[in-house]
């Protein structure tokens, strides 16, 4: 019986404060080929999600301890779609192909994820173009940028 406990979530936590990504994953599927992916994922608020996009599969995200902010992007940049996971929002789907980020809201937040596997790292140009900070500033700025955007709202780093 695989399970994500309440001492698997905290020690998950810490992990995530304690790495240079301030990120970190428990996996409960076996191998990164199985056919979906499932995955809990600590995530600190200063860790960087560029946006980015995953042609292959849609990405289903629930907090399970926590508050998430997801933008979804048109292609230009432009903020189409806002919510916050966690906070009257309790799962969201990512549709394939769409450009979206990921905005820790809180300290010791975990969400999980569902995708179609095979695992495979998001390839360079499923990366936004319009979105690549080149130093810690401009991440921060970001960052920044995340947290206030709305519907509407163009991201554009001069990049």
Known sequence: MK??????????ARQAQQSPRRRANHNLHEEL???IQRLAIAMEPDTVVLPHRHPHTFE??????GRFLVLHFDRNGTVTGRAILGEGCK????????????LSLDEGGVIFEVKHGPYM??????YAPW??????DAAAE???WYAAAQ????LSLGC
């Open 131 to 136: 979105a690549k900070p080149a130093d810690d």
């Open 3 to 12: 399970q994500l406990t309440d001492a698997l979530l905290a020690d998950l």
């Open 151 to 154: 519907v509407g709202d163009k």
């Open 91 to 102: 799962v969201l789907e990512n549709p394939a192909g769409v450009w979206h980020a990921v």
């Open 33 to 35: 080929s199985d056919p």
């Open 121 to 126: 790292p998001v390839a360079e140009a499923d």
């Open 60 to 65: 289903l995200l629930f907090p399970l301890q």
């Open 142 to 144: 970001l960052l920044d």
